[in-house]
């Protein structure tokens, strides 16, 4: 089901300290309390030293006095790493085509930094493994603005109620939400088969161990940082991870639309009639999954963390689905096999930020849809005009086509959905081209086309 929560006004408190307080969901996050680096990482200036913080976005905010690191995991390593050594390392790693079995494969190679670390193209899924044709099951995710994912609960209780409203699954990275820490998620991609396709995270240690950073990676952790393999891939997720915690890589808050809540822009009249309608709990209704105002002063992520089935229609550009037999039901499998017996589950995938969302080339999941203008008419035109989404089998529409017959009822009617064949579509052509309008302010400043003038 959609979820409804508590919305703080969209130009709550646009000061200083609504600023600052945009990094306190970094310091909450129990993700953090799992790996060693822990509270370092998160508030020492180093970390703010290499990259731009909320404040220093803002551009009438000077900085922060920046105070002396503090060393980070004394306990893991015979030298203790500065956050900001980890984050040059991981910047570097992430561009390294040599940790992938193919050699030709990096993390960049998926996510774009140039597209907030998006897909690049218009695939539904991409091309990886040993050969580079191995095809994923699923569309690549932004990494940006992932800094404060909270770890997955089955029963979320909603703070922004009284704290008894379960809302159900929430939170955990990647569509499916398996694991909890930034750390775990760089191990997916380095030994999943359609990705880097390594066969253990030790191939992986001894690359970088016989690679032009192994030499770098002594003089930041120490001369035995790879006497085991253990030490080392420890070594090669906390940088990953640490520069995935970097402010002006992974979340400026740099957008027109951030900028409008500190007061220094103004949205246009369009703009400003798509946020209204993106609010409206009985027209958009975007807000109820993917929140436009802050909550305790922070800056608005543009998702709740939870997970919905959607009802996207089947994508046959991904190869898997060629197998009729064959369904990505998120919560349920097949990625994620914990939850596979809880069919409630099956076909929810977890929201995503609709930050830099104009930036990308495909859509959902898996990908089946290729303009903001496609994603919207369907999200209003689903249930009023099902034969634009769905094929005809034996003469009769099969909505929900990309999940088996008996899970379809965990499909969501939710507003902007609902209706019946032939109504009224809850937001108009021109509504719609005002509610795109509204989410292309949600790009951040590095990532727009420079302008011209005369």
Partial sequence: MMRAKALVAPRARPTTEHDRATLRPLMTLTERARVALCGAVLVAPACRGSATTNEEAAPAAPPPQAAPAKPVAPDKFSRSPMPAEMTDLGRQLFSDTTLSASGQMACVTCHDPKLGFGPPNARPTQLGGPDMKSPGLRAVPSLRYLQSVPSFTQHYLDEASDGSNDVGPTGGNTWDGRVNTKHDQAKLPLTSKFEMANASLDDVVAKVAGGPLATKFRAVFGDDVFANPARGSAAILMCLEVFQQSPKDFYPYSSKYDQYLRRKAELSAAEARGLA?????????????????????????????????????????????????????????????????????????????????????????????????????FYVERDTNPGKWYPKVGGKIETFDDLPAELRKNVTHDVPFGGKPGGKPRLSATEIRDVIAFLKTLTDADLQEPTTGR
């Fill in 277 to 377: 309608l993106y609010n409206d709990g009985n027209k958009g209704n975007c807000a109820s999954c993917h929140p436009s105002g802050g909550y305790h002063g922070a800056f608005p992520q543009f998702t709740d963390y939870g997970f919905n089935a959607l009802g996207v229609p089947r994508n046959a550009r991904i190869a898997a689905n060629a197998d009729p037999r064959f369904y990505d039901m998120g919560l349920c499998g097949p990625e994620r096999t914990d939850l596979k017996d809880h069919k409630e589950y099956c076909g929810l995938f977890r929201v995503p930020s609709l930050r830099n969302v104009a930036l990308r080339k495909v859509f959902f999941h898996n990908g089946a849809f290729d303009s903001l203008d496609r994603v919207m008419a």
